[in-house]
Each structure stands twice: as C-alpha cells, then as structure tokens.
C-alpha cells in the first residue's frame, strides 16, 4: 500500500490517496474521482502527472498499455505527489478581471525609454535649467531620484531647486534617503559659505526644506536611527512619531501628533519608470497569452516548453527589467529569465527553455531551482523564488556579465560571457502569470 498526494486544479483540492502495490491508472482514477466527488467518467478525462522530487514532471498513461498499465511501472511510488489537470473544457472560463483605474492610468501614462534620450545620472542635474530639456531633465530626476542624489553635483544646486525636488509627489526615493541627501546638502552649504557646522546652523539653513520631507513615512527604526540622532527634529516631534508610527501599524485611522501638523504623511506616488521592451507577440510560442499591452505573459500547460522573446536588440550598455511572479507554477522549469543571441529570435514557435542544452541558445536563470543555464541542464547558482516575488535581470553587455536579484538582492554574477547583441527572452512551463516592469 502506497500514500500518494494528489493535488487536482478543478476543483481545486488536494489529499492524500492510498493505492495497492499493483494499481493500475485506471485505479487511481477511480479513487480521484471518488476523494474529489467526480463523475467517473468525467475523471478518466483529466490529465494525470507524477512529479518526482518535486522537479521532474511525467504524464501518466502514455504508455502502450494505457489506463491499465500499473502505477509502479511508471514510476509512482511511495510519496509521490500526483497533479491532476483538468480538461480545458471542463474548466469554467476565467473572466478577465477589470483593471482599476490606476492600472489604467499606469498603462496610459507609460513611456518609451526614447522619451529621455541624452540624459544620464552625469548630466542631468545640469539639464535642468535646460528651457528645452528641463521638464523632461525633472521627470528623469523624479524617477532615478535614489540615484542622483548620490551625485556630486547634487550639492552644487540652488535651494530652490532642492526645494522643489522634496515637495515632489512623484519622486522614487526613501524618505530616510532624501531626508539624508538633505543634510549632506546643507552641510556643504555651510561649508561654502565659512559658517560652524553645527546643529544649530543646520536647523537655520535648512528649515524651509526639511518641512517637505515626510517623516511620518519613515519607519521606526529610520526614526531612531537617523532622525533622532540628527537633532534637526524637536523631542516633542521625536516622541510624536514613534507614538504614530507605533499605532499606524494597526490602526490605518491613525494620525500624526499636533507637532507633526506640516509633515505630509502621505507616501509619494513616484513616478513610472519607462519602458524599454515588450514581449514581441510576433516572437512567442502559440499556447502563450500576452496582454494588450505587451508586459503579461500567461501559460497553462506542463506539456511542454513555452518561450517568448522581447522586441528590442542589445549590442551595448546596460539594461534592466524585472519579472513579478503574480502566479508561479513552482517547479523546476516553470519560470527562466534571460537573454538570447539573436542568432536564436527564430526559435521561438518550438518547445524549448532558454539556455537549456538543446532547446533555446541562451543565457537564464530558473526561479523553479535557483539553477543557471547556459546550453546545459544547470548549475547551482541563487535561491529558489516563490510566487509574488520579483526577480531582476541585469543585462551588463559592456562588461558582457549578467546578474539576477530577487527582492532587490543579487544572487550573484551569473554569467560573465554575454555578447550583444541579444535579445530579453523568458521561457514558461506550467500555470504562470508573470508581469514585466523596469525599475526605478
């Protein structure tokens, strides 16, 4: 007698299945369909895999004898998990969920890269007082605001403009960083003009900018260990933030303290990064689905290998794009992102999964295992990813290197051997629903 987890995705259920030594497929789909209250003849339908360590993925059944051809025979053994797929048929059609106006308007809102040719963290300070360039120089600083303040020039601007960066709402920043951009900021002023740094002359230099930073935004831990430490903040106010940001956790009525009256305490919106690519619906396996808007790609089937390339080529430079993993078939294969030389963007209506060995030339990274692929069947190389996460590709072809992040942290240089040009490319097996997006 054998346990088996069977996990079936309409209905959605799992248990645990005991089968006899000598089971037959006919068998276990009987027992399905009496442990999930399936029509008999409706569960001899379905699809039936063995996953065997989690990662290798066969279809029951394919044999000569078919149904009656024994469990054990075909690998199923002793803890084997079982996934049972139903028939497309025989699922109820999903409805596409209506986007909220915000995704809308993020849709709408979205811009080519092309929109901000010619500016660059070196030159777009300077690009500010630009009359042609300086409302784009200002959209540009709004988004990669965490990096320009690291600038050096970022010290020699006006206040007024420093002013005017920290009032906005649609700055990509942590409040702790600009608010620590700030004092740099102010302690350079002071030093230009032969005045004592001090607290006292900081608070004098600073106090018309320091009101547009939001600190009741910060967490506790920037509170105590920047904001307290600085002085810049009375111990009135210091209290008053620790009490808010203590009860904001869980009361989302909460609101700052009397002291705290000319903090905003609204998170900035931050503005949309542009967009560089999309999934090229001309360079896509047929069972994939793109949206619209070429940044959601969806698969449903373990049959086979699913990849789909971007629409842009690479010979220079370096590039970023992230994929969130909204839904996330966690298997071994499910999800490989990368890059393929463009002598490979024709073999994208065949099955095959990016750098695997025989499939798609190329260079990825499977979220299923944490392996890497490079025209072999993988290394070890970062962690295992889980649904909901975001995984970020750096694409360094000046340096010809290519570097993943999960959450924002590096698994590591993958590969050090990336020539352009190549194109963005993805491979999918499984249930999957993975969103493309750039970041900030």
């Not at 390339?309 to 078939?329: A, H, K, M, P, T």
């Not at 990368?338 to 750098?355: D, E, F, L």
Request: glycine share 8%; proline share 3%; aromatic share 10%.
């Amino acid at each position: 007698m054998s346990r088996l987890y069977v996990r079936v995705d309409y209905p959605a259920k799992d248990a645990v299945i005991k089968v006899e030594e000598k089971a037959t497929l006919a068998d276990l789909k009987g027992l399905v369909a009496k442990t999930f209250e399936i029509k008999p003849e409706t569960a001899k339908r379905y699809f039936y895999f063995a996953v065997a360590y989690k990662t290798d993925i066969s279809e029951l059944g394919k044999g000569s004898s078919g149904d009656d051809e024994g469990l054990a025979s075909q690998g199923v053994k002793e803890g084997t998990t079982i996934l049972v797929r139903a028939p497309a048929d025989i699922k109820p059609i999903k409805r596409r969920a209506k986007k909220d106006k915000d995704e809308k308007k993020d849709e709408k809102s979205a811009v080519s890269v092309d929109r901000y040719k010619g500016l660059s963290l070196k030159n777009v300070l300077k690009k500010l007082g630009d009359k042609k360039a300086g409302k784009l120089a200002l959209e540009y600083l709004e988004i990669y605001a965490s990096k320009v303040v690291k600038q050096k020039d970022f010290l020699k601007i006006s206040k007024d403009l420093l002013i005017q960066i920290a009032k906005s709402d649609t700055l990509n920043i942590k409040e702790v960083d600009l608010f620590d951009a700030i004092i740099e900021w102010g302690k350079n002023d002071l030093k230009n003009s032969k005045t004592e740094d001090n607290v006292d002359n900081l608070k004098k230099v600073l106090a018309d900018v320091l009101v547009h930073v939001r600190f009741p935004c910060m967490t506790t831990t920037d509170v105590a260990v920047k904001v307290a430490n600085s002085g810049l903040l009375e111990s009135d106010q210091i209290l008053d933030l620790f009490t808010y940001l203590g009860m904001k956790g869980n009361d989302k009525k909460a609101s700052p303290g009397k002291s705290l009256k000319a903090y905003n305490n609204k998170d900035r919106k931050g503005r949309k990064p542009p967009s560089w690519f999309k999934f090229d619906t001309n360079k896509k396996h047929s069972s994939l689905t793109v949206t619209d808007d070429g940044t959601t790609l969806m698969s449903s089937t373990t049959s086979y290998y699913q990849p789909c390339f971007g629409d842009v080529e690479l010979s220079e430079g370096v590039w970023e794009y992230e994929i969130v993993l909204q839904q996330f078939y966690q298997t071994s294969y499910s999800v490989c992102i990368g890059c393929i030389p463009t002598s490979s963007a024709s073999n994208y209506s065949s099955s095959g999964m990016i750098g695997y060995s025989g499939h798609v030339n190329g260079w990825s990274y499977g979220c299923g295992n944490g392996q890497k692929y490079k025209q072999d069947t993988g290394v070890t190389y970062g962690r295992t990813c889980n649904q909901g996460e975001i995984v970020r590709c750096r694409i360094d072809l000046d340096k010809k290197t290519l570097e993943y992040f999960v959450n924002d942290t590096s698994q590591g240089v993958a590969f050090t051997d990336v020539s352009g040009p190549v194109r963005p490319a993805i491979s999918l097996y499984g249930s999957n629903t993975v969103k493309l997006q750039f970041p900030k």
